[in-house]
């Protein structure tokens, strides 16, 4: 019995770190996006595009990190262009982002087709429990670089938030609409970079999926998560570190599954799959009760004016 | 420090479409003296300003500052003369604190910022100010008075030589309103800084501005030095007529019938900020209380816990005796009406008609209180049409959208539609901010007949003077509790500001 409860836990840790990669490099590109003030659902759809363009690229090229460059590149752009309709007046972010969503997915499916057979070299894992004689541990403990990129990101855009000019201005115009006309910012221009910045996040977020866990690419390799990570900001109230933390909560619920599985539990298989969407909903309730204001929350994004 | 500089308006013209905001309107500031800019609203104060910091381009006219020709198209380009201007609706980030928006302000922001340094280069900085601000403090906590004073150490921070303010002391209590002008006339005698007060309070210019520019209707309607006219000289020139109008004819004393009646009621806490927490408050019939307070400590709460917007965490509301829970159920059996600040935004539907609005309080109900399902647009045409005659709504059709007429107007709807037939508890707050001085004085004089009719009237509003010349009886809120009550004849503004402040010794 303990021993079938440390075998979930070291599972839930275990996917706790694989699972959350994406979530967390959404989330920062969506609070990044959300601070200038906008909302993008479209990350959705980047995700997806990002892992179709990580692994076409790495297949073609060979090289797994050109593909999670690429991945980004495609971010950029489909973010670049969410954030430029948005520019436009009465165009609502809202909307928009779910148009990308529906766009980027079906891009992707398009031109992943292709890729679903052939197998792409993939992003490797570092060893971080070489120490331990036991597989399960050193499985466990085998960390994609990509999530050590996610938290150095974490820490630089925090850090970027409260102690460099462009994160300031990124809060100005994300708070105060009259500040930064008062200031004469470029509000426009802010929020489009920020939008494009933060998909490019996003796209790394889908490299992970196709070059490290699950490390294939087919249609349904997202599972929603580029949708989830905007109740993650939520959750993390707009601040970087915390999407760390929430986006570790995230990851474990989305493990509980499979971890289960591992020690035989089959029952109930498909209620604990859906865990992280319980978890999801849970959050939004609890945090979104009647008759509060969201601190934290940007002044300007739609959703809130 | 700097010197201060005068600046010069000459026939500046300014129009949108075809409406006329100014015509050849000139200025004159003399360096280092308090100027008042006066005028109604809509007299065009805000334009002029708004084109001599480049926020709009003059169609005719120019600027001399500091005797030298300018030419001002952006506000970069105000700024580089050291023109600055403090807004009413504050340009401070909320969620920053006073150090982050005093160093995003400056032009030459590094593109990483070492906060030790910039701290300590602040608290030098601020020893030297007249006045102290917390710097570590965020915005969104910091009081009216606070945020006030915070945008003008701001400026003194950019190193302006011109600054404008524009109606400094309507979110101030008498007390940090006095303390302000004294320090900034101290500020402008010094030389440090020029200072033009765009305000329609005509006791602040006589005893803090030297000199006046009066406007109306977008023309000059007078300059000249304080000392030298008289009050009824400025009243003439600001509304065209020697003499404000009268104040409303209060009539008997209140009743002792209890309408309101609250008790232990609270809210929760929102957003940092304390929720109402009030012991007792009772409103009778015949009588206006009136709630003063600095804006931000619970007033707009207990609107809309009357108003039935926020829900309350416990306590207890009764009108005539019997529970109220402001659903539109039980204020439609017990006549409470609302009359909320910003009526257009509170209390109308923008793009629905005039007719539509007037008809909001009882377009689902047939002629015996009966619930209806199909509108009886013709009956509702009627009565809007009543309403327009008897209370001179000036709309272009009762079929026009509400959004489009002006303050005034909207104003009159909402009063007409609240006041129609027979109001029992009326929950008023600002009624009249925004307004030029004869809607100012048809609103108040239409909140007085009521009282004098019979109805209970809760009046919450942010101008002392509002609530010392309607009310019989004055509160005062401070932090979401009601912290002191006195009879409103003879109460001395002076004392009310104190406990408006939180000081009850």
Same mark, same amino acid.
């Given at each position: 019995?303990?021993?079938?409860?440390?075998?979930?836990?070291?599972?839930?840790?275990?996917?706790?770190?694989?699972?959350?990669?994406?979530?967390?490099?959404?989330?920062?590109? $969506?609070?990044?996006?959300?601070?200038?003030?906008?909302?993008?659902? /479209?990350? $959705?759809?980047?995700?997806?595009?990002?892992?179709?363009?990580?692994?076409?690229?790495?297949?073609?090229?060979?090289?797994?990190?050109?593909?999670?460059?690429?991945?980004?590149?495609?971010?950029?752009?489909?973010?670049?262009?969410?954030?430029?309709?948005?520019?436009?007046?009465?165009?609502?972010?809202?909307?928009?982002?779910?148009?990308?969503?529906?766009?980027?997915?079906?891009?992707?499916?398009f031109f992943g087709k292709p890729y679903v057979q052939p197998s792409a070299t993939l992003l490797s894992g570092i060893p971080f429990g070489f120490w331990s004689d036991n597989a399960q541990v050193r499985n466990a403990l085998s960390v994609c670089p990509l999530f050590l990129l996610g938290i150095a990101s974490a820490i630089a855009l925090h850090w970027c938030f409260n102690a460099t000019r462009?994160?300031?201005?990124?809060?100005?115009?994300?708070?105060?609409?009259?500040?930064?006309?008062?200031?004469?910012?470029?509000?426009?221009?802010?929020?489009?970079?920020?939008?494009?910045?933060?998909?490019?996040?996003?796209?790394? /977020?889908?490299?992970?999926?196709?070059?490290?866990?699950?490390?294939?690419?087919?249609? /349904?390799?997202?599972?929603?998560?580029?949708?989830?990570?905007?109740?993650?900001?939520?959750?993390?109230?707009?601040?970087?570190?915390?999407?760390?933390?929430?986006?570790?909560?995230?990851?474990?619920?989305?493990?509980?599954?499979?971890?289960?599985?591992?020690?035989?539990?089959?029952?109930?298989?498909?209620?604990?799959?859906?865990?992280?969407?319980?978890?999801?909903?849970?959050?939004?309730?609890?945090?979104a009760r009647g008759g509060k204001s969201l601190r934290g929350m940007p002044g300007q994004l739609s959703i809130g004016r | 420090m700097t010197h201060a500089i005068g600046v010069e308006a000459v026939g500046i013209g300014k129009h949108f479409g075809a409406f006329h905001a100014l015509s050849d309107v000139s200025l004159k500031v003399t360096p280092g003296t308090v100027h008042g800019l006066l005028g109604e609203n809509g007299a065009g104060k805000s334009t002029l300003v708004k084109c001599l910091l480049g926020y709009y381009k003059a169609d005719d006219g120019g600027f001399i500052v500091d005797g030298r020709e300018a030419s001002i198209e952006r506000p970069a380009d105000a700024d580089a003369l050291g023109l600055g201007m403090v807004y009413q609706h504050f340009t401070l980030v909320p969620s920053m604190t006073v150090a982050e928006n005093l160093v995003m302000s400056r032009q030459n922001v590094p593109a990483t910022i070492d906060w030790r340094s910039e701290i300590a280069g602040l608290k030098q900085f601020m020893e030297r100010m007249p006045f102290k601000v917390p710097l570590e403090v965020e915005v969104g906590s910091l009081a009216a008075g606070e945020r006030q004073k915070t945008e003008i150490i701001k400026q003194l921070y950019l190193e302006r030589k011109f600054l404008v303010l524009d109606e400094p002391t309507s979110v101030l209590t008498p007390q940090e309103a006095t303390e302000m002008l004294g320090l900034v006339r101290g500020l402008a005698h010094s030389g440090t800084l020029t200072i033009v007060i765009i305000t329609h309070k005509l006791k602040e210019v006589a005893a803090f501005v030297d000199e006046v520019t009066v406007l109306r209707r977008g023309r000059m309607a007078g300059s000249g030095r304080v000392k030298d006219l008289g009050p009824s000289d400025l009243t003439a020139m600001m509304i065209g007529e020697p003499h404000a109008p009268k104040n409303p004819e209060r009539k008997g004393a209140p009743s002792s019938e209890t309408r309101l009646a609250i008790s232990s009621l609270r809210t929760a806490e929102d957003t940092g900020r304390k929720?109402?927490?009030?012991?007792?408050?009772?409103?009778?019939?015949?009588?206006?209380?009136?709630?003063?307070?600095?804006?931000?400590?619970?007033?707009?709460?207990?609107?809309?816990?009357?108003?039935?917007?926020?829900?309350?965490?416990?306590?207890?509301?009764?009108?005539?005796?019997?529970?109220?829970?402001?659903?539109?159920?039980q204020s439609r059996a017990r006549d409470v009406r609302v009359l909320p600040e910003e009526p257009l935004r509170n209390g109308c539907v923008p793009p629905m008609t005039v007719i539509e609005n007037l008809n909001l309080r009882g377009f689902d109900?047939?002629?015996?209180?009966?619930?209806? &399902? &199909?509108?009886?647009?013709?009956?509702?045409?009627?009565?809007?049409?009543?309403?327009?005659?008897?209370?001179?709504?000036?709309?272009?059709?009762?079929?026009?959208?509400?959004?489009?007429?002006?303050?005034?107007?909207?104003?009159?709807?909402?009063?007409?539609?609240?006041?129609?037939?027979?109001?029992?508890?009326?929950?008023?707050?600002?009624?009249?901010?925004?307004?030029?001085?004869?809607?100012?004085?048809?609103?108040?004089?239409?909140?007085?007949?009521?009282?004098?009719?019979?109805?209970?009237?809760?009046?919450?509003?942010?101008?002392?003077?509002?609530i010392l010349e309607l009310a019989d009886r004055v509160v005062v809120m401070h932090e979401g509790e009601i912290v002191h009550e006195m009879a409103a004849e003879g109460a001395d503004p002076q004392e009310i500001g104190r406990h408006m402040l939180g000081h009850h010794a």
């Open positions: 019995m303990m021993e079938s409860i440390g075998t979930v836990l070291l599972a839930m840790l275990a996917g706790s770190l694989r699972v959350s990669t994406p979530f967390l490099f959404v989330s920062l590109g $969506e609070c990044l996006t959300e601070k200038s003030g906008r909302i993008n659902l /479209g990350n $959705e759809g980047v995700l997806v595009l990002g892992a179709m363009v990580a692994y076409a690229t790495s297949y073609e090229t060979g090289s797994p990190w050109a593909g999670v460059a690429a991945a980004a590149v495609a971010g950029l752009l489909l973010g670049g262009i969410h954030g430029a309709i948005c520019s436009l007046a009465r165009v609502n972010d809202v909307a928009m982002g779910i148009a990308i969503m529906l766009a980027g997915t079906g891009i992707a499916f462009v994160g300031l201005r990124v809060r100005i115009v994300g708070d105060s609409q009259d500040a930064a006309l008062a200031l004469g910012l470029p509000i426009d221009r802010t929020r489009f970079l920020a939008t494009a910045c933060g998909s490019a996040l996003a796209g790394i /977020g889908g490299a992970f999926l196709s070059l490290y866990y699950p490390g294939s690419w087919n249609e /349904g390799l997202s599972s929603g998560q580029g949708l989830m990570a905007v109740a993650l900001v939520v959750f993390s109230r707009w601040n970087p570190i915390n999407c760390i933390y929430a986006s570790l909560l995230f990851g474990a619920a989305g493990a509980l599954g499979p971890s289960l599985q591992t020690v035989g539990i089959t029952w109930g298989y498909y209620l604990f799959y859906a865990a992280p969407y319980i978890f999801t909903l849970v959050v939004l309730i609890v945090t | 929720g109402l927490s009030i012991r007792s408050l009772t409103v009778h019939a015949n009588e206006i209380v009136g709630i003063a307070g600095v804006s931000g400590n619970g007033q707009k709460d207990l609107v809309e816990v009357l108003g039935g917007q926020r829900p309350i965490a416990s306590g207890s509301m009764q009108v005539d005796g019997a529970p109220y829970d402001a659903s539109r159920e109900l047939g002629p015996a209180k009966s619930r209806r &399902w &199909w509108l009886d647009r013709v009956a509702m045409a009627n009565r809007a049409r009543q309403m327009i005659a008897a209370y001179g709504i000036r709309t272009p059709s009762p079929r026009a959208p509400i959004g489009v007429l002006s303050g005034g107007n909207v104003q009159r709807c909402v009063l007409a539609r609240e006041l129609d037939g027979d109001v029992r508890l009326l929950i008023v707050a600002n009624p009249c901010f925004g307004l030029d001085v004869k809607a100012v004085a048809e609103t108040r004089a239409r909140i007085m007949a009521a009282r004098n009719a019979g109805t209970a009237v809760l009046l919450i509003s942010e101008d002392l003077d509002e």
